[in-house]
Every structure is written in C-alpha cells, then in structure tokens.
C-alpha cells in the first residue's frame, strides 16, 4: 500500500471488512487521527460501550485514561493534537474472562499508513500487553509488569502504559509505584507537547 492522504486512508479503514466474518456485532472501526497529530494512543480494541458509541475511550477507562494525561475531553478528542489507533479497530466481542483480544488483521494492515500520514508524532502511548508487543517485539519484556517498570527504556519515542481499566484495581494496589513514578513522567511528557504544539 503506497502512502495515502489521510482523509482517503481513515474512508477506506471505516470502509474495512476484512475480518467481518470474526466479529459478532459487525464491523465499526474506532479511530481519530489528524496530520498534525503530535501524540499517538495505541490501546488494545474497543469495548462494547465504545462500540455503540463510536467514540474511542469513551468508558470509565478513558475516564481514568485521560486523569493520567491531565486532559480534558475536549483536548483528548482533539484529532489535531490527539490520534488514538487502537491494536483492533473493532469490538471483538466477549470472552470467558472478558473482551476477546483483538483482531490480529488490522495492526499490520492500517498501523504504517496511518502512521506515515502522521509525521509529527512525537510520543506513541503502549496501553496493555497487545499494543506493547506489536510495537516493541524482541525489546518487550517478558511481563506487563516488567515492561512499564522499564518505561524509561523506550523514552523518547515511546512510553508503555497498564490497561486503566477498574478491572486492574488490583494491579494498582501491587504496583503503587507506577503511580509515585511513571505518571509525573507522563504528565509532564504531555504537558511539553501540548505547550510546544500552541
């Protein structure tokens, strides 16, 4: 696939029916991307809220999500200074222990394009195991855990991140460190960019 505008590329991913097939509420691809875009949020699928809805993070997990980068909605629904590319662009369905993963088709179909559509991306956001180990392959560690721990080995360009699901309420209280040490990081990260994108 050449490189494509990205008004025609995000036309031809809301278009997508690649794995139509695999999916029990149908396709609805979730994505907000801008060229001026400086910082990238790579989750895992989205959920079956944000699936009715169609917009992304738009649960309690993007509620504590945006808590984290000291965002308002407005700013994190900014397409021009915010792109949010999830591993699978649409609900995959439920699991015995919660959301299936998500469709391995369309990371490696859509994630390059868009990702030479937007050249100013400064910080690409790892939300959970998926999105970490698509971008970081051999460099992940062999955890989650292990991989967030080492958050200062994939600065600049990269910072992983746990799911903020309240699912992980108990991985909070394990990891009380992410809190005292990666998110003033994070913040301040965002903040830079946000200041220098004015």
Not at 38 to 63: E, M
Not at 115 to 139: C, S
Not at 151 to 175: E, G, K
């Amino acid at each position: 696939m050449g490189k494509l505008e990205l008004p025609v590329l995000l036309s031809d991913i809301s278009a997508c029916r690649r794995c139509e097939a695999n999916l029990p509420h149908g396709p609805r691809p979730v994505v907000q991307a801008g060229a001026s875009a400086r910082l990238l949020i790579v989750g895992q699928a989205p959920g079956r809220k944000v699936h009715d809805t169609g917009i992304p993070w738009n649960d309690p997990s993007g509620d504590r999500l945006r808590e984290w980068l000291n965002l308002s909605r407005d700013s994190f629904y900014d397409a021009s200074r915010v792109a949010i590319v999830p591993t699978g662009f649409c609900y995959p369905g439920k699991g015995r222990s919660g959301d299936l993963p998500p469709r391995p088709e369309c990371a490696p179909t859509w994630h390059a394009p868009l990702l030479q559509a937007m050249p100013d991306i400064q910080l690409v956001l790892l939300i959970g195991r998926y999105a970490q180990e698509y971008y970081l392959r051999e460099n992940a560690k062999a955890t989650l855990t292990d991989t967030v721990a080492a958050f200062r080995d994939y600065l600049p360009r990269y910072l992983p991140l746990p799911h903020p699901s309240p699912r992980n309420r108990y991985w909070f209280t394990m990891n009380p460190w992410f809190e005292l040490e990666v998110l003033p990081i994070l913040r301040e990260r965002i903040d830079t960019l946000f200041k220098t994108a004015q």
